[in-house]
């Protein structure tokens, strides 16, 4: 802001015109300057090197380049391992990142009530992300452990012993985990876009007598409506990050129900079996591109009006 | 009136349970960093117990205890006096860390002012290529990674780290978004008094950002701060990992101090949420859309 009024003067005047009016194409190189550098890394890094993955995902293997169409592709679709790991994978995202998207968003609307405390409770609920892993995995063992603290209390009311880890429940155990760790963060995301709802909006409504209910779903809802696409987003990419405890909590080979696509990819990595390897990352990048393409679709059919 | 307390006061109590939740993995690592090396093997050790090595715990259960039976600094005194290695994985840490935060985030400004200021065709392209990348698990992107680092001749060097640390395009993404939100009357205005492009982006987009940038450095930092995956497979030198990898498996035999090295490490995102807090949660204000 100092820059404008300091040159507000003739000087500028005399360079304006040029620059106002310079020739189309050049918007694109200058805009090359600022994304070049940071793009040509994106390239060299990413790109680039997936497109020989892709290539890889059709050949016989790293030194041996025969052509083998399709061939890696149906031998990972058709892998139990790897249908396994697809199906517990879908069923972590698909309960993980609605919960995690409608309870920031509760935890946001109550933060938005009048209370003692307010700014020491928004701490409290952003604490988990400093928390090293170690000591995340270290706290939930001693919570789930089949001698740990969760079963002491079931026992009170006569529950009988679980081994969370490594039962049917042991995917609750990581959606609680995944939860506790990304819900402050998406709060104060919901929060800020509560803020920026036009009070006016709000007090309109009052005087006209709307409901509390009819106030969420007609004008909160529908100015939160670009936060909560934002945060699915944020939760989709933290939920593969979740590996991380699961890896850590259970190793190469956990329970059945915890046996996680990047279980797949980790144990390919091992053994360098590059082409089944190549035909999987492919395969996820297709599946996410779908997903994202879904989001972009979803996104023009409600977010329009409210852009602007 | 007496109503409006009523309502306030439970309020408060509901979020209250809630925050004391999410806070309580976080005070338990704390107090506990301040127990005796044998009182927390005797609390925790049974996670640790295996059929093969027979060790006698004193409980057969695992107690979940706050206070210390007696306050003892002396896992402290054997992590910073007695194992070196934790200091220098500490310092491995840092030196990861540290050049992929600052270098992610200038690249991202750069970037995201690159994205802002013109529209069209090829750029959408490749922010939705941005997008898709962002949205690969490691697991995927790190292929390519260690396919390029094998090239390069960086494999097990820190730079196999840096680098592709350096064009993760997350910050990217995030740091668009708060651009866009810069009115464009603000930048026309400067574009007319002959600022150049340049000075537009150092003297109001950067200013109008402090915050989304700030946040977004936080979370990069407490991301890589934290990671285990790419330096096992890019940097398999156990002398040069990060003490992330060191402590992700904790073993019986470190038990006794793995609180207090896990209270060590937390303390650089501790001083950064401390002093940041604000911009995370004010900084942030987010609108517009996920295309950028």
């Not at chain 1, 995301?189 to 006209?208: G, H």
């Amino acid at each position: 802001m100092k820059l404008i009024n300091k040159k507000g003067s003739s000087v500028s005047r005399s360079s304006h015109n040029k620059k106002l009016f310079h020739k189309p194409g050049r918007d694109f190189l200058t805009s090359l300057g600022f994304t070049g550098p940071g793009f040509a890394g994106v390239l060299i890094f990413f790109i680039a090197p997936f497109a020989v993955v892709v290539y890889y995902s059709f050949t016989r293997g790293v030194l041996d380049h025969t052509f083998t169409g399709m061939q890696n592709y149906s031998n990972v679709v058709h892998n139990s391992a790897f249908q396994l790991a697809m199906r517990n994978t879908f069923k972590f995202t698909i309960a993980a990142v609605p919960l995690a998207v409608v309870l920031s968003l509760f935890l946001a609307l109550l933060l938005e009530q009048k209370m003692f405390g307010k700014s020491q409770w928004r701490t409290f609920f952003l604490s988990p992300i400093m928390v090293p892993i170690a000591s995340t995995i270290l706290v939930w063992q001693v919570l789930f452990h089949s001698g740990g603290v969760i079963n002491d209390f079931i026992a009170i009311f006569g529950v009988d012993k679980i081994d969370w880890l490594k039962s049917e429940y042991c995917l609750v155990v990581i959606v609680i985990l995944f939860l506790w760790k990304n819900l402050g963060y998406n709060m104060i995301l919901f929060m800020a876009a509560l803020n920026n709802i036009p009070k006016t909006l709000l007090e309109a409504a009052d005087v006209e007598g709307a409901s509390a209910i009819h106030k969420f779903v007609h004008i909160k809802l529908r100015y939160l409506s670009p936060t909560i696409l934002f945060v699915a987003i944020l939760s989709i990419i933290n939920s593969f990050k979740v590996f991380r405890e699961i890896y850590l909590l259970s190793g190469d080979y956990p329970y059945d129900g915890l046996y996680m696509l990047q279980h797949f990819m980790n144990n390919m990595f091992r053994t360098l079996d590059y082409q089944r390897l190549s035909a999987a990352a492919v395969i996820l990048a297709l599946i996410m591109i779908g997903i994202i393409a879904l989001l972009f679709v979803v996104e023009n059919k409600f977010g329009k009006d409210i852009e602007g | 009136m007496r109503k409006k307390l009523i309502k306030k006061i439970s309020f408060t109590v509901i979020a209250g349970i809630f925050a004391i939740m999410f806070i309580l993995p976080t005070v338990l690592t704390i107090t506990n960093s301040f127990m005796t090396q044998t009182e927390i093997t005797a609390n925790y050790g049974k996670i640790f117990s295996n059929v093969k090595e027979k060790k006698s715990y004193i409980s057969d259960k695992i107690n979940l205890k706050f206070i210390p039976d007696k306050v003892s600094g002396s896992q402290y005194s054997s992590v910073l006096f007695k194992s070196p290695d934790y200091l220098f994985k500490f310092w491995n840490s840092v030196i990861l860390v540290v050049p992929i935060v600052i270098l992610q985030v200038s690249f991202a400004c750069l970037s995201a002012y690159g994205f802002t200021r013109w529209r069209g065709r090829v750029r959408d392209i490749i922010f939705f290529s941005y997008v898709i990348l962002m949205l690969m698990p490691y697991q995927v992107t790190l292929v390519p990674n260690f396919l390029v680092s094998e090239w390069l001749g960086i494999l097990n060097t820190r730079w196999a780290i840096i680098f592709p640390g350096m064009f993760t395009p997350f910050s990217v993404f995030l740091i668009t978004k708060f651009m866009r939100r810069i009115p464009k009357s603000l930048i026309e205005s400067a574009k007319l008094d002959g600022s150049s492009e340049w000075q537009i982006f150092k003297n109001i987009c950067l200013p109008q950002c402090k915050g989304a940038i700030f946040s977004t450095a936080m979370l990069v930092f407490v991301d890589y701060w934290n990671m285990v995956e790419q330096p096992v497979i890019l940097l398999p030198d156990a002398a040069k990992q990060p003490l992330s990898v060191y402590l992700s498996v904790i073993n019986s035999g470190e038990i006794g101090i793995a609180f207090a090295v896990a209270v060590i490490y937390m303390i650089p995102c501790l001083l950064l949420f401390l002093y940041g807090e604000e911009y995370l949660a004010e900084g942030i204000a987010y609108s517009g859309s996920v295309k950028g």
